[in-house]
């Protein structure tokens, strides 16, 4: 069980790196993940174990933080965020992939693949971010968690770090 969060990270970059044929395109995907996953949790710490964002709550809420993150709010969303970032990213990489294989240089590629995209996985997030930040609105502290971890990856993921 210890050896399972570098057995998934290992498969993720093998199987970019094997895609792609390229070392760097492993790493970088496994980098990038690893970019969102920590901001995503490091913020559901300091929000839910040291009350970072009480003052932002409703009073009818209470106080979010001061307690503890449940340990199911990541089991459930680890493998949801891990999928849709690969997701997004992997379709943005397949782009410039292609777009660098029909001949285009490496900028006009990453510019083509954005072009072709961008949109797409924007209105995508869009759409799963309405989806999961309704989950915060719910009065059971699971839920609200797994709503506020699903909805801050979804920011992080497709707004910050694969523009």
């Given at each position: 069980?210890?050896?399972?969060?570098?057995?998934?990270?290992?498969?993720?970059?093998?199987?970019?790196?094997?895609?792609?044929?390229?070392?760097?395109?492993?790493?970088?995907?496994?980098?990038?993940?690893?970019?969102?996953?920590?901001?995503?949790?490091?913020?559901?710490v300091?929000?839910?174990?040291?009350?970072?964002?009480?003052?932002?709550?409703?009073?009818?809420?209470?106080?979010?933080?001061?307690?503890?993150?449940?340990?199911?709010?990541?089991?459930?969303?680890?493998p949801?965020?891990?999928?849709?970032?690969?997701?997004?990213?992997?379709?943005?990489s397949?782009?410039?992939?292609?777009?660098?294989n029909?001949?285009?240089?490496?900028?006009?590629?990453?510019?083509?693949?954005?072009q072709?995209?961008?949109?797409?996985?924007?209105?995508?997030?869009?759409?799963?971010?309405?989806?999961?930040?309704?989950?915060m609105?719910?009065?059971?502290?699971?839920?609200?968690?797994?709503?506020?971890?699903?909805?801050?990856?979804?920011?992080?993921?497709?707004?910050?770090?694969?523009?």
């Amino acid at each position: 069980a210890e050896y399972m969060g570098g057995a998934i990270v290992l498969a993720i970059y093998l199987m970019q790196a094997l895609q792609f044929r390229s070392l760097f395109a492993g790493l970088r995907v496994v980098l990038t993940l690893m970019v969102t996953l920590g901001w995503v949790y490091g913020w559901a710490v300091l929000t839910f174990q040291h009350g970072a964002l009480d003052r932002l709550a409703p009073a009818a809420l209470g106080p979010i933080g001061h307690s503890s993150l449940y340990w199911l709010v990541v089991v459930i969303s680890l493998p949801i965020s891990v999928g849709l970032s690969l997701d997004y990213d992997f379709f943005i990489s397949f782009r410039v992939w292609e777009g660098h294989n029909s001949g285009l240089g490496d900028r006009a590629a990453v510019v083509s693949a954005l072009q072709s995209t961008g949109s797409v996985i924007t209105v995508a997030g869009a759409v799963m971010l309405v989806s999961f930040s309704g989950l915060m609105f719910s009065p059971v502290p699971l839920l609200l968690q797994l709503g506020f971890v699903l909805t801050m990856d979804i920011l992080i993921d497709c707004f910050v770090v694969r523009p």
